[in-house]
């Protein structure tokens, strides 16, 4: 099996001033940081201790079924009546 994340009810994006002037870091080894505020990574934390999993992976599941979830919501399919 693998992640099993329980849905919940989508939460407004805030982004701050700050998330927008540097929002990624990129380190030596191809790897980013991503700036949070303190709420919002509290959040994240919380939501992944119920579900058992570090916050990191469930950052990674948030940010690839958003990706997702943009990608068919631009698909020509999702426009036709």
Known sequence: GGIQIQH???VPVRI????????????????IGVA????TLQELKALAA???IPY?????VFILRG???MKQASSPR????
């Not at 701050?16 to 870091?25: H, Q």
């Not at 949070?36 to 709420?39: F, N, R, S, Y």
């Not at 990191?56 to 990674?60: C, E, F, G, V």
């Not at 999702?78 to 009546?81: D, L, Q, T, Y």
């Open 16 to 31: 701050s001033n700050d998330a927008t002037r540097r929002p990624w870091v990129r380190n030596s080894d191809g790897l």
């Open 56 to 60: 990191q992976i469930l950052m990674r």
């Open 78 to 81: 999702a426009h036709a009546v």
């Open 8 to 10: 919940h009810v989508p």
């Open 36 to 39: 949070l505020d303190e709420c």
């Open 67 to 69: 990706i997702e979830s």
């Open 50 to 52: 119920q579900q058992d």
